[in-house]
């Protein structure tokens, strides 16, 4: 029985299970974040999970290379999903290097193994990344949702049981790395092959070059956006304490679904945004846009109204009475969240429209301002001041995303004017040239008419001239006879 079967899935399907596969995969990962204390000796083993997460954070970025965004907007086939794969397998290497040198330069030589070994998972999820860009490309990401679940299971399991046998937190990076391996070979791998029969690896030199290259702009923009929210926490760590920066992380961690759900909305509609555009069909892609944002804000709002009504209690329950002091960071939150979701939806349509410049000076500008308002805002409004700062940095990269966006599509529409107005141009000469030649065809027959009406008269003429000469011979042939006959007479007489 084959793993995967053809069948249609449709975009609202897809959004659904693409957002119910990453829910349940970051619950998971949650959980772990939680169970570790529980099924361990004192805090030792979760701090060393917290290193190893910290050093992934690192190398990840670059392992994927931003080039999901890329890839599944690649309508035109400009690269094979096996250079794709080739290309992911390249950055990962170079990722784990850059996790091997800095956990060895920043970790206690006894947690390197354990830092490292987490190090080595997360990429698991980072190759298996690549291989749902190639299933969303076919609209399928039913099986991106199943593989969600799947890892997620994977790794909750593999952590749970090897924790309860071994308590060992190297013995359980094994397990989770070997399983979630497991599940990426025995289903995914049957997948991508299923929807692209004609796979084959690709490391074509060349072409990995080029890759590089044209994704290049859209890495540096995403380093750029991670590094947004970093330089105002650490100034207000170093101007208010680390507390209050406590505080602060501790109200943004629950907001962030927000930010997750934002992006669960738009990126499986990333090939749609790039099939609209390809097509020049400025109306449809503005709309798409229109509808994904406002599906975004829906979020939004639904998201940070529970929050706002059950703040005190939720955050109570999840960190105790002490974080209530720190809830008037709540609603500067909620805006820079949304305005930070909308930012990373517009750069990745930039990116879909093959605008990586726009995408870069964006992130380039957002960052640049938010580094330079964040001390004077932090100074003025204490811990608001982080979300001050982001907020209008992200504010400024959606005024530039947009701008870029609105230009795509006036360019867009003044090209499908021009064409038409070469194919009227190209119509307009066929007709006056068939004017022309039925203009002709009647001057001809105007001429032809003169010459038939010349023709009958001077063949009228000719007719009568025949009849004056035959005439005139008729006469001469009288004369003639007469002639011979006065001669005949003539001669009868003289003899």
Same mark, same amino acid.
């Given at each position: 029985?084959?793993?995967?079967?053809?069948?249609?899935?449709?975009?609202?399907?897809?959004?659904?299970?693409?957002?119910?596969?990453? /829910?349940?995969?970051? &619950?998971?990962?949650?959980?772990?974040?939680?169970?570790?204390?529980?099924?361990?000796?004192?805090?030792?083993?979760?701090?060393?999970?917290?290193?190893?997460?910290?050093?992934?954070?690192?190398?990840?970025?670059?392992? #994927?290379?931003?080039?999901?965004?890329?890839?599944?907007?690649?309508?035109? !086939?400009?690269?094979?999903?096996?250079?794709?794969?080739?290309?992911?397998?390249?950055?990962?290497?170079?990722?784990?290097?850059?996790?091997?040198?800095?956990?060895?330069?920043?970790? +206690?030589?006894?947690?390197?193994?354990?830092?490292?070994?987490?190090?080595?998972?997360?990429?698991?999820?980072?190759?298996?990344?690549?291989?749902?860009?190639?299933?969303?490309?076919?609209?399928?990401?039913?099986?991106? &949702?199943?593989?969600?679940?799947?890892?997620?299971?994977?790794?909750?399991?593999?952590?749970?049981?090897?924790?309860?046998?071994?308590?060992?937190?190297?013995?359980?990076?094994?397990?989770?790395?070997?399983?979630?391996?497991?599940?990426?070979?025995?289903?995914?791998?049957?997948?991508?092959?299923?929807?692209?029969?004609?796979?084959?690896?690709?490391?074509?030199?060349?072409?990995?070059?080029?890759?590089?290259?044209?994704?290049?702009?859209?890495?540096?923009?995403?380093?750029?956006?991670?590094?947004?929210?970093?330089?105002?926490?650490?100034?207000?760590?170093?101007?208010?304490?680390?507390?209050?920066? *406590? &505080?602060?992380?501790?109200?943004?961690?629950?907001?962030?679904?927000?930010?997750?759900?934002?992006?669960?909305?738009?990126?499986?509609?990333?090939?749609?945004?790039?099939?609209?555009?390809?097509?020049?069909?400025?109306? *449809?892609?503005?709309?798409?846009?229109? $509808?994904?944002?406002?599906?975004?804000?829906?979020?939004?709002?639904?998201?940070?109204?529970?929050?706002?009504?059950?703040?005190?209690?939720?955050?109570? /329950?999840?960190?105790?009475?002490?974080?209530?002091?720190?809830?008037?960071?709540?609603?500067?939150?909620?805006?820079?969240?949304?305005?930070?979701?909308?930012?990373?939806?517009?750069?990745?349509?930039?990116?879909?429209?093959?605008?990586?410049?726009?995408? /870069?000076?964006?992130?380039?500008?957002?960052?640049?301002?938010?580094?330079?308002?964040?001390?004077?805002?932090?100074?003025?409004?204490? &811990?608001?001041?982080?979300?001050?700062?982001?907020?209008?940095?992200?504010?400024? @990269?959606?005024?530039?995303?947009?701008?870029?966006?609105?230009?795509?599509?006036?360019?867009?529409?003044?090209? @499908? %004017?021009?064409?038409?107005?070469?194919?009227?141009?190209?119509?307009?000469?066929?007709?006056?040239?068939?004017? !022309?030649?039925?203009?002709?065809?009647?001057?001809?027959?105007?001429?032809?008419? $003169?010459? !038939?009406?010349? %023709?009958?008269?001077? #063949?009228?003429?000719?007719?009568?001239?025949?009849?004056?000469?035959?005439? +005139?011979?008729?006469?001469?042939?009288? #004369?003639?006879?007469?002639?011979?006959? $006065?001669?005949?007479?003539? $001669?009868?007489? !003289?003899?």
């Amino acid at each position: 029985m084959p793993i995967v079967r053809e069948k249609h899935i449709s975009t609202k399907q897809n959004m659904l299970w693409n957002a119910a596969g990453s /829910l349940f995969f970051l &619950g998971c990962l949650w959980l772990i974040t939680v169970l570790v204390v529980r099924l361990s000796n004192g805090y030792d083993a979760a701090g060393v999970l917290a290193l190893g997460m910290a050093v992934s954070n690192i190398g990840v970025p670059l392992a #994927q290379y931003k080039i999901r965004a890329y890839q599944v907007s690649d309508i035109e !086939h400009e690269f094979s999903p096996g250079l794709y794969v080739g290309h992911r397998f390249v950055t990962m290497a170079l990722a784990f290097v850059i996790m091997v040198v800095y956990g060895s330069l920043t970790c +206690a030589a006894e947690t390197l193994p354990a830092v490292l070994l987490y190090c080595l998972y997360s990429l698991v999820a980072v190759f298996s990344d690549v291989f749902q860009g190639i299933e969303q490309q076919h609209d399928r990401m039913d099986i991106v &949702g199943i593989s969600y679940f799947l890892r997620g299971a994977a790794t909750l399991g593999g952590f749970v049981i090897s924790m309860l046998l071994t308590g060992s937190l190297v013995v359980s990076f094994i397990a989770m790395t070997v399983l979630c391996v497991l599940c990426v070979v025995l289903y995914e791998l049957p997948c991508v092959r299923f929807l692209e029969p004609h796979f084959s690896l690709s490391f074509d030199k060349t072409q990995l070059a080029r890759l590089f290259t044209i994704c290049l702009p859209a890495v540096i923009a995403s380093l750029f956006a991670s590094a947004i929210p970093s330089i105002p926490r650490q100034i207000l760590g170093a101007v208010a304490g680390t507390a209050v920066l *406590g &505080g602060y992380a501790s109200i943004a961690a629950p907001v962030l679904i927000i930010q997750m759900g934002a992006t669960y909305v738009y990126a499986p509609l990333l090939k749609n945004i790039a099939e609209l555009s390809a097509s020049g069909n400025t109306r *449809g892609f503005t709309g798409l846009l229109l $509808k994904a944002a406002l599906a975004m804000l829906g979020i939004a709002v639904a998201a940070s109204l529970v929050l706002i009504f059950a703040a005190s209690p939720l955050f109570t /329950l999840l960190y105790g009475e002490g974080v209530t002091e720190y809830l008037v960071f709540l609603y500067p939150l909620i805006l820079c969240t949304v305005l930070t979701a909308l930012s990373w939806f517009l750069g990745d349509v930039l990116i879909a429209i093959r605008d990586l410049r726009g995408n /870069l000076i964006a992130f380039a500008v957002a960052f640049a301002l938010s580094a330079v308002l964040a001390y004077p805002l932090i100074c003025f409004a204490g &811990g608001n001041g982080v979300s001050f700062a982001i907020s209008l940095g992200m504010a400024c @990269a959606v005024v530039i995303a947009l701008a870029r966006i609105f230009a795509h599509c006036k360019n867009a529409e003044h090209a @499908a %004017t021009h064409a038409s107005a070469a194919c009227r141009e190209d119509r307009e000469p066929l007709g006056s040239t068939s004017s !022309h030649a039925g203009n002709a065809q009647t001057d001809e027959a105007r001429i032809n008419e $003169k010459v !038939h009406a010349k %023709t009958e008269v001077v #063949q009228t003429e000719d007719v009568q001239t025949e009849v004056v000469q035959t005439e +005139a011979a008729q006469a001469k042939v009288v #004369q003639t006879e007469e002639v011979q006959a $006065k001669k005949v007479q003539a $001669k009868e007489v !003289h003899s």
